[in-house]
């Protein structure tokens, strides 16, 4: 039993071992084996792989929508529509999502829960009911969301890990290290029951096809989990890596793959994470058991 910090990193699954298509099969971080199914890799800090379903039992290439809302929601989203859905959550998700959400689950047992990514004033007033899954089943629980203010007072992180996004953008925002970046994560997960944490670049730079910038992903995501795990108290904390569909671990095609995605589990809850979970739908059940009161 403990608090948990989800790392939802989208697009990303388990490829083969070829550095010609698969940069994690370049970079070779050992936190990020996503080229390894057979024989269970070790991961440092006695990190856990769970290669994880995504296809929702529906034929197709697995997407975003839906494979987002049953991460968050723990049920077929693909059933509600009969086919996989890509990008932003249609009519038919945003209900699913505004009823099954887990930050729902969390607000009605009276647990701390959190988006740590900085949002935009813009980015509600632009998109109002075209939200993000995440954004979308965080303020289905009313718990209120980090912004730019968060951010420069090291209250939030940015999507990028480094704000150069937002300053692309604009925005007033100091440049953060990916370490730093990590560390302000580690803190903000450290004061709440649940955490979630938010990539998206991952899915955007896959489906360039460009091995390259697939690379300078996949080396980012190393520096960060090297940098955060150490900065969690792992006694009481289970940290959990996964993701909505495969695509950047093969860029010889520049849409969504069919591969299994990874779960990654450190920490705490490691052992009970082995056992239920399966598909990616498991992932919300899995986690309000591992928070005290969660099940309640
Ligand atoms: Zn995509």
């Given at each position: 039993m403990s608090r948990v910090l989800l790392l939802f990193i989208d697009g990303i699954g388990i490829g083969i071992?070829?550095?010609?298509?698969?940069?994690?099969?370049?970079?070779?971080?050992?936190?990020?084996?996503?080229?390894?199914?057979?024989?269970?890799?070790?991961?440092?800090?006695?990190?856990?792989l769970i290669p994880t379903a995504a296809d929702l039992d529906y034929p197709g290439l697995p997407q975003s929508a839906t494979g987002q809302t049953?991460?968050?929601?723990?049920?077929?989203?693909?059933?509600?529509?009969?086919?996989?859905?890509?990008g932003l959550p249609t009519?038919?998700?945003?209900?699913?999502?505004d009823k099954h959400s887990l930050f729902i689950d969390l607000k009605q047992r009276g647990l701390r829960a959190t988006f740590a990514n900085a949002l935009t004033e813009e980015y509600f007033?632009?998109?109002?009911?075209?939200?993000?899954?995440t954004t979308r089943a965080q303020r289905a629980g009313g718990y209120a969301p980090r912004m730019l203010e968060d951010l420069r007072q090291r209250r939030a992180v940015?999507?990028?890990?480094?704000?150069?996004?937002?300053?692309?953008?604009?925005?007033?925002?100091?440049?953060?290290?990916?370490?730093?970046s990590a560390h302000i994560l580690a803190g903000i997960s450290a004061e709440v029951d649940f955490c979630l944490f938010e990539f998206v670049l991952s899915d955007s730079v896959g489906h360039k096809g460009d091995l390259d910038m697939a690379v300078a992903i996949a080396n980012k995501l190393h520096r960060f989990l090297d940098a955060l795990l150490p900065a969690i108290d792992l006694d009481s904390t289970t940290v959990l890596l996964t993701s909505d569909h495969g695509n950047l671990e093969d860029v010889s095609v520049t849409?969504?793959?069919?591969?299994?995605?990874?779960?990654?589990?450190?920490?705490?809850?490691?052992?009970?994470c082995r056992t239920s979970i399966r598909t990616i739908m498991d992932i919300k059940t899995t986690i309000l058991s591992l928070i005290p009161g969660g099940l309640a």
């Open positions: 071992d070829d550095p010609g298509r698969n940069p994690f099969a370049v970079v070779r971080s050992p936190f990020l084996p996503l080229y390894q199914q057979n024989p269970e890799p070790e991961i440092p800090h006695q990190g856990l049953a991460i968050f929601c723990g049920i077929n989203s693909a059933d509600a529509l009969q086919r996989h859905v890509a009519p038919t998700l945003r209900k699913l999502i007033e632009k998109l109002k009911e075209r939200i993000s899954a940015s999507h990028d890990m480094t704000n150069a996004f937002l300053r692309r953008m604009g925005y007033d925002v100091p440049l953060f290290s990916i370490e730093e849409t969504h793959t069919t591969n299994p995605v990874p779960t990654l589990v450190w920490g705490a809850g490691r052992e009970r």
